[in-house]
């Protein structure tokens, strides 16, 4: 565990290097740059609102702000472990040539991910103030599923990278998972408006959807639903757990497959 | 000891690996249900054993395939030996085909951080050595545009100067000192050679006999991942054209 420890301690330089990296190179040649943080998930809220509120035929004054939690979470999810599913096929060449520890590489991406993430929140601070939802002292409890998506993606993400290697289209596999978890998770409608009440035990399986919920409640100013942060909070600490014991168990086969 | 500097103590490395590569989901489930995941051992490194002391230039000869770069790949720590284990007494540098882990889209001034990390140095060292490295690349303009405009002589340079600005303890050379055009050749000898000076070990990959001869102390030659003759730096590359004679 020491000797663990003072690895990371002489590598924490490169996490903070490989993390930069991919925030870089993301919005390099664009000419809006980080910018885009912001306007991306702006405009598929508008869009979403668009088409959904028709849709639903109920457009309340706060439902961007509904759509815009939802996506941002969701959102974050999906890249961060998409790109940490990639991430230790795609140092390839490093992996190779030089002794590096290579949890890094999965961890530096979530991490890239989720500063974007935390940026991207300026845009619903933004949508809240324009269509006055007021900050509530509840918006302290944001704390608890900002933390636990954070664990949930790093869990999958470590289980993800190491699998990713053996095979190689497991990427579509979790590309087709994730649309699961999108269906499940209630970005763009309410699960009272869809679902009847014998189904929606659905929603309380899927972690991501209990950080959603949670995270909309303390944007819009009411208490947390207990066994939903319990549940996931045991599921960003057992999935980060697995992620870590059979990344650890196959890191060493890596390099005679990529 | 004191002066000793590697150990590679047994070291075996050993591959199982299905006969036909197998590298998804779908083919391993139907080759699963068919049984059809037929898989074959390959032993790259066969129980070798050798010790280097401080200061001992160590010439690794071999054909094709006998094992060499899986043995670099052991010291230089990559590469997890099946069974035995190494030991090394202070840093490795490994000079493994140079500025392979650049990241293309990355301006080489960037890259200098990012590879400089990934060799494990400190923040505040690569700070210290910046310009030294820079100096050394000699690129010029080109520091701050980005490395997939770089000829693969350019990109050898500055990873070159990048692997040898820290001053290593182990010294992994596997069939770099062709590094460049002339003029950088003969900095880059001359870098290697003042190490070589002040008393790094060196573990040294070739198959030209006069280098050898030249620049390393002992010698070992493998053949089908085992030590098939050590001794000295001259024995050795009379031993490995009296394998190749034949």
């Keep these: ?258 | 000891m004191a002066d000793t500097s590697l150990i590679v103590n047994n070291v075996s490395v050993r591959y199982r690996l299905t006969e036909e590569k197998v590298d998804n989901l779908k083919e391993y489930v139907i080759k699963l249900v068919k049984r059809d995941l037929r898989y074959k051992d390959f032993l790259a490194l066969d129980d070798v054993s050798f010790e280097l002391k401080k200061g001992d230039r160590l010439a690794v000869m071999g054909k094709n395939g006998a094992g060499k770069s899986t043995l670099m790949k052991v010291v230089a720590g990559v590469l997890k030996p099946s069974s035995g284990n190494v030991t090394c007494c202070g840093n490795v540098a490994p000079l493994l085909e140079l500025g392979a882990g650049f990241d293309m889209q990355y301006s080489g001034a960037e890259n200098i951080w990012l590879y400089g990390a990934m060799l494990g140095y400190s923040k505040a060292f690569i700070k210290s050595r910046y310009d030294e490295i820079v100096e050394f690349a000699d690129l010029g303009a080109f520091i701050n545009s980005p490395v997939k405009n770089y000829s693969s002589g350019m990109r050898a340079r500055l990873g070159f100067a990048l692997a040898t600005v820290v001053e290593p303890d182990i010294l992994i050379l596997d069939e770099v000192l062709s590094v460049g055009d002339a003029a950088f050749k003969k900095k880059s000898e001359q870098k290697i050679m003042s190490m070589f000076d002040k008393g790094t070990t060196v573990l040294f990959v070739s198959h030209s006999e006069t280098q050898v001869k030249n620049l390393c102390t002992k010698g070992i030659l493998l053949d089908h991942g085992k030590i098939v003759f050590s001794g000295t730096a001259k024995e050795t590359a009379e031993e490995y054209s009296k394998i190749n004679g034949k």
């Design chain 1, 1 to 258: 565990m020491k000797r663990f420890w003072n690895n990371f301690v002489k590598y924490r330089f490169l996490l903070s290097q490989l993390t930069e990296k991919d925030i870089k190179l993301k919005y390099r040649n664009s000419y809006l740059g980080i910018i885009w943080t912001l306007l991306e998930p702006l405009l598929t809220m508008i869009v979403l609102t668009l088409v959904f509120s028709r849709l639903l035929g109920k457009d309340t004054q706060d439902f961007p702000v509904y759509i815009l939690t939802g996506r941002l979470i969701f959102a974050f999810y999906q890249n961060a472990t998409k790109q940490a599913l990639r991430s230790v096929r795609s140092h390839a060449a490093m992996i190779k040539k030089v002794y590096v520890p290579k949890y890094m590489y999965p961890l530096s991406a979530v991490l890239s991910n989720y500063v974007t993430f935390l940026i991207s929140l300026v845009a619903l601070v933004g949508v809240a103030v324009v269509r006055n939802v007021r900050p509530t002292l509840w918006l302290f409890q944001a704390f608890a599923p900002l933390l636990i998506i954070l664990g949930l993606a790093l869990g999958s993400g470590l289980i993800l990278s190491a699998a990713a290697v053996f095979f190689r289209d497991l990427e579509y596999l979790w590309g087709v998972a994730t649309m699961i978890i999108m269906y499940a998770s209630a970005i763009f409608y309410r699960v009272e408006d869809v679902f009847s009440e014998s189904n929606r035990w659905i929603f309380t399986l899927n972690p991501v959807y209990a950080c959603i919920d949670n995270f909309r409640s303390a944007v819009f100013g009411s208490p947390m639903n207990l066994n939903a942060t319990i549940y996931s909070a045991a599921m960003a600490v057992g999935l980060t757990l697995i992620g870590c014991i059979f990344f650890y168990r196959n890191q060493d086969k890596f390099i005679l497959h990529i």
